[in-house]
């Protein structure tokens, strides 16, 4: 089974401050997407990796794909408290089912 | 914005009972999931469904689960004996056709078994 692993799993970070949170996984794969979910709500995309070297930029965050590492990172600038949740990323395995990550809890204090 | 939609968005049963989740994913997607999330924990894979048929399954998809799509637009899921460790939060997800699609999840049914 394709294995996915992020870190850290918990972040508490100052408003204003950068950090970057890592996705690794465990075989070849060519798609990886991140999710944000809030507390007890569902996971919304944010961002869709489709080839070695894609980055996808949104506001403050910003996702990278290296495939031939198996490392996807996402990286919060600035941060603000309305980037408190928590991010998941997800590989897209050979069956075309979606392995999430641990998932990273984010809290972003004032 | 189309979304996928799931009923009830919360389901208390007892041990043993059958539950059945509910889903209408989006309307032009071909592939349809299940997920689950027991609380604060990763979120993990079921079952994927496309053509009408189970695509993949993993472990935890054991005889107790089974899936539907009874008519052109509903998705189900059945857990026929519920355990007390079925208690979770179950996501339905659908994607479009072409390979590049993202998953759009629903708002989940939360199951309590007593």
């Known amino acids: 089974e394709l294995k996915v692993e992020q870190n850290p799993l918990f972040l508490s970070m100052q408003e204003g401050k950068n950090y970057t949170i890592y996705c690794n996984y465990s075989t070849t794969s060519d798609r990886l997407y991140w999710y944000r979910q809030d507390p007890g709500k569902s996971l919304e995309s944010l961002f869709v990796l489709l080839s070695n070297g894609a980055v996808k930029q949104e506001g403050r965050l910003m996702a990278s794909l290296d495939t031939k590492a198996r490392l996807s990172t996402l990286h919060i600038t600035a941060a603000v408290h309305d980037l408190s949740a928590t991010y998941f990323c997800?590989?897209?395995?050979?069956?075309?089912?979606?392995?999430f990550g641990t998932g990273t809890s984010l809290t972003v204090i004032p | 914005e189309p979304e996928v939609t799931q009923t009830p968005s919360h389901q208390v049963t007892q041990m043993g009972q059958e539950v059945i989740l509910r889903c209408v994913p989006i309307?032009?997607?071909?592939?349809f999931y299940w997920y689950r999330q027991i609380l604060g924990q990763k979120v993990e894979f079921l079952v994927s469904?496309?053509?009408?048929?189970?695509?993949?399954k993993s472990e935890i998809f054991d005889d107790q689960f089974s899936v539907e799509r009874p008519d052109g637009s509903n998705f189900t899921l059945k857990i026929r004996s519920t355990k007390l460790e079925d208690s979770a939060m179950y996501f339905c997800a659908s994607r479009p056709g072409r390979t590049d699609g993202e998953l759009f999840f629903g708002e989940g049914s939360r199951l309590t078994v007593l």
């Open positions: 997800a590989v897209v395995g050979a069956g075309n089912q979606f392995y």
């Open positions: 469904f496309y053509n009408n048929e189970i695509s993949e």
């Open positions: 309307s032009n997607h071909l592939y």
